[in-house]
């Protein structure tokens, strides 16, 4: 079965970076884009970056020069740099993938940002 497992979540200070890493198992790693999300309380998910097996990466516009979608597909894994982190940034991240039109869903790992 398709599991998504993130990890590298924590609570950093403003202008900190953080990896954060999603391992997949039970499918086709290197044929799915693979998207970052995160959602705050009250909020919808929200898209922060994708990328397709090729590499081909698109980052959300707020994100864009401090954020880094990449990934491993000989390691079934995914990453998500992000440096200069503001506390806008504090949310769950989940990864993301769609297969057969479903969405499958990591368990997320918290991201805080504070001083």
């Known amino acids: 079965q398709v599991q998504l497992v993130e990890s590298g979540g924590g609570l950093v200070q403003p202008g900190e970076s953080l990896r954060l890493s999603c391992v997949a198992s039970?499918?086709?790693?290197?044929?799915?884009?693979l998207n970052w999300y995160r959602q705050t309380p009250g909020k919808e998910r929200e898209l922060v970056a994708s990328?397709?097996?090729?590499?081909?990466?698109n980052h959300k516009d707020s994100v864009k020069g401090r954020f880094t979608i990449s990934r491993d597909n000989a390691k079934s894994t995914a990453y998500l740099q992000m440096n200069s982190l503001k506390p806008e940034d504090t949310a769950i991240y989940y990864c993301?993938?769609?297969?057969?039109?479903?969405?499958?869903w990591g368990q997320g790992t918290q991201v805080t940002v504070s001083s």
């Open positions: 039970g499918f086709n790693f290197n044929g799915y884009i």
């Open positions: 990328i397709t097996g090729t590499g081909h990466a």
């Open positions: 993301n993938i769609v297969r057969l039109g479903v969405n499958y």
